[in-house]
Every structure is written in C-alpha cells, then in structure tokens.
C-alpha cells in the first residue's frame, strides 16, 4: 500500500497491546462482525510480556483466560498479618498470552486489516481522520482508538512512579498456599520518600510470582531491584537453594495528578494510561481497560459512535491527587494509609473505591479512615497548587521512562554477584 492508495476502514486501532486487545475481544463477543476494522502497530503481540492483576466478581468473560484467582487475600505490616475474605469478589491474575491470543482469533473473525507499522501522523478532518503509518500506507478512518503509550498534556503537581521487578519462582518442593495471595506486605525497607511492598502470587504449591514495587519518584538501579527481591524472599522464609527463576518481569506506570486527555480531537479516542484508565493512587489500570473495552463494543454494535466513559469519576481523581499530595509529602506514610483503609473498612468497599466504582457515601467513609490532620493540609496545598497552575505557562511533562531490565536471568534466586 502507498501513500496514493488509502484503506478506507470504519474503525482503527493504534497500538496492539492491552487495551486494543480488550477491545478485540470485546467487539467479537458482542457480534460486531459489519465493521471494517484495521489494527496499525509496529509488533504483532503474543506470549508472556506482562502480568495483570485485578479483583472483580467470578464467572466474568475472562474467567477462561486466568492463570489464578484468590477470595483470600493478606495485606501484611510490620505490626501485623491481615488475612481478608474479598467475597464476593476475587482476585485474580492474567497473564498477557491468553489475552493476546484471544484477540488474534478475534482479529481473524472480524477481518481486520493489519498493518505491521508505528503510526507515525495522525490528522483529525473533522468527518474522518487520517493516520500516515510508518511503512508509507495510509489509513481513513471513521473513528481511531489510539492506546499508543505517551506522556500527560502537562506536568503534574505530584509524579510519581510505580516501578517493580518479579520473579516467576519454581520450587523443588510445596512452599506456596495456592488458595491465598499477598496483595501487600510492608515490611520491605521503606524509601526516603515513597511507599514500597512486595507480594506473593501463587499459582500452585510449587509455583508462584513474587513481585517488589516501590512508589516513589525514581527508579532502581539493576542491581538494587534485584537485592530488594532477595530481601523480599527472605523475609517470606523462602530458600533460595530449592528456587529457580523461571521468567523476570520489568515494569513501570505512571502515577501523577497529571491530566491523560481521553478525547484529543473529535474522532480520535486515547485508551490505556494514555487516555487516564491508570489509577494515579496504586497504578492499577486494567479493570478500567476491559470496562472500557466492553463500553465501546456495546456503543458499536448498537450504531454509537465509540467513546467510552470517563475511567474514574472527577472526584475519584481529585482525591488521588490529594493522597498522592499527602503521601510526597511525608504526613501520610504508605504503611500506614492503607493498613488504615483495610483496617477501617470492608474489603470489598476498598477494592471497589480502588476501582473508582463507588458510591459518595462509600467514599466518605474511606475518606474517615485516613488521618485527617495531614489529608486537610494536603487538600489546602493541592487547591493552592491548582490556583498557581491557572496563572503560569503550561509546563511540559517528563516522559515516563523505560522498565530497567537487567540481563540474563540468573540460575538461582539470587541476584548475579
């Protein structure tokens, strides 16, 4: 295909990875089949490159895909091990392969185009909009979900970083509990500034991820990523001569009051972290993802145009920016704020507020059982900061930088000396 020869399509995809995968999936399991569909990104995505994590009720569409699910969880500090019933909800793991081959399938079912390219210009006409692909072709299209990763509009008045390695661990012997997971467990060493913890994803008694992460503005050097998850399996009780490191996992996710603006023109819709479905107070994001997913398949087969809504209420991101305010600050410590949150409330109110999909009244009891003294003076500072914003230039974004990945995986769980 050349530039003088454009595919006309109803419906582009920019980006192949979660969210355009979701979307697939989604399109196909509500009959869409009488659209001309075209998927542009520079890799055709398949295997394990990354690993979800999410709480909702059972027997959803995704139950099929899951590598493992847990109606008991354990959120652990240094005073105490919390275990929490999440029923009705469950949490639950998703490796990425699953979901990429379900939407290779549904690719093939809706006869999708795809075009091995980045997309490299795209122009909103007002009735369609052009995107100029890295290979010289060019696609017309009635509507572009772009979930093609980039920085915010602007800097935020808080950025931080979410930023973790796991090891995929297998054991000579039983040492894992299948039947319940480490949401958190705080006794990591805690950052100068920031929050750390570590969890344990069990997949059987044999076999489990287990994950560092810290919140903070920085990253890691290699090396202290991999001394950090040594010092995790320990503090788990884990011997180290009957491991072996299957696969590692790099990542990192933005977590700043910054704005992802979902509607950059008309006919153009941002999906991912790009268009705001990461959680800035935990980084979450693919709840928001498949909810968002289904949204647009619904509008689609029903003969709407494909805007999604909002990932998290105004509210919800208002009081992100307060916690995320409170947390750099340091009158807030990790530790303690979500101790208080599990401690305070129902499980399920804290997932579900953890969501966004919760009600006011929910959300005032969270809001309660948080240390007010330092929640007010971080409202106050965040309401003077937005004062500031209106009146001085809009300052540019840093981009958010690469996972460190290090080299080979090591032969035992120890990190190479």
């Known amino acids: 295909m050349t530039d003088s020869v454009r595919l006309d399509v109803d419906l582009a995809l920019l980006g192949g990875g979660g969210a355009a995968s979701l979307v697939l999936a989604a399109l196909d399991r509500h009959g869409v089949r009488d659209l001309r569909i075209a998927i542009v990104d520079p890799v055709r995505r398949r295997g394990q490159d990354r690993t979800w ?37 469950r949490y639950a793991m998703l490796r990425s392969g699953p979901v990429y081959d379900r939407a290779a399938a549904a690719e093939q ?36 979900l772009d979930s093609r990763p980039r920085p915010p509009a602007r800097a935020g008045r808080t950025t931080w970083l979410q930023h973790f390695r796991g090891w995929w661990l297998e054991a000579d012997r039983p040492v894992f509990d299948p039947r319940r997971a480490v949401l958190m467990d705080f006794r990591t060493p805690q950052p100068p500034r920031g929050v750390s913890f570590g969890y344990l994803l069990p997949v059987n008694d044999r076999y489990a991820l287990v994950e560092y992460t810290e919140f903070s503005p920085g990253l890691l050097t290699d090396a202290g990523y991999d001394t950090a998850l040594v010092g995790y399996r320990d503090l788990l009780g884990l011997d180290p001569t009957g491991l072996r490191i299957r696969e590692v996992e790099n990542g990192v996710i933005p977590m700043t009051d910054a704005p992802f603006p979902a509607r950059p023109s008309s006919r153009v819709v941002r999906l991912g972290t790009a268009g705001g479905a990461t959680r800035p107070s935990t980084g979450f994001t693919f709840s928001a993802m498949h909810r968002q997913a289904d949204q647009i398949a619904r509008a689609l087969a029903a003969g709407r145009p494909p805007v999604p809504r909002p990932a998290y209420p105004a509210r919800h991101r208002w009081m992100d920016a307060v916690a995320l305010r409170a947390l750099d600050s340091g009158g807030v410590g990790g530790p303690d704020f979500f101790d208080r949150l599990f ?24 809001m309660n059982s948080t240390r007010l ?45």
């Open 53 to 89: 994590a999410f709480w909702g009720h059972p027997d959803t569409d995704l139950d099929p895909l899951l590598s493992a699910s847990w109606h008991q969880v354990e959120v652990v500090t240094p005073a105490r091990r919390r275990v929490l019933d999440l029923t009705p909800l």
């Open 109 to 144: 079912r809706l006869t999708a185009r795809r075009i091995v390219a980045p997309a490299q210009a795209v122009t909103d006409e007002g009735d369609r909009v052009l995107v100029r692909c890295g290979d010289g072709s060019v696609v017309r299209a009635g509507w572009v």
């Open 343 to 366: 401690d305070r409330n129902p499980a399920e109110r804290v997932l579900r507020f953890l969501d966004g999909v919760t009600t006011p009244t929910e959300e005032i009891a969270i």
């Open 373 to 417: 003294g330092p929640m007010i003076a971080a409202t106050v500072g965040d309401a003077a900061h937005r004062a500031r914003d209106r009146l001085r230039p809009v300052r540019p974004a840093p981009a958010i930088p690469a996972a460190v990945v290090g080299g080979p995986v090591p032969p035992r769980a120890d990190p190479p000396a």
